[in-house]
C-alpha cells in the first residue's frame, strides 16, 4: 500500500531557498534516515547511498494566459 503526502503552497525566495538547504543538510547528515517536512508534518525515509535524479524544466507561453515556467525535480529509490 502506498502512502502519499502532499503540500502546496507559495513561498517567497529566500524561503524556498531555506527549505531547500534544509533538504540537502539532512541528506548530508550523518544518519542514514532523512526527515522531509512537507506541510506541517515530518516524512521519515531511508535513502540509499546512490539516488535516481530526474529534473525537468518546462517554458510555456500562451496569449490567453501569459507566460508559465516550472522546473520539477524528482529524487527516487529502493530503500
Do not use: C
Not at 11 to 34: I, K, M, Q, T
Not at 41 to 47: E, H, Y
Amino acid at each position: 500500500m502506498a502512502q502519499r503526502t502532499t503540500a502546496d503552497e507559495t513561498l517567497p525566495r529566500e524561503e524556498l531557498a531555506a527549505y531547500l538547504e534544509e533538504l540537502a543538510a539532512e541528506f548530508e547528515g550523518e544518519s542514514e534516515a532523512v526527515s522531509i517536512r512537507v506541510g506541517n508534518k515530518n516524512v521519515s525515509l531511508n535513502p540509499p547511498h546512490n539516488i535516481d535524479v530526474s529534473v525537468e524544466t518546462v517554458e510555456r507561453s500562451s496569449m490567453l494566459r501569459g507566460d508559465r515556467e516550472t522546473v520539477e525535480i524528482e529524487l527516487s529509490w529502493k530503500p
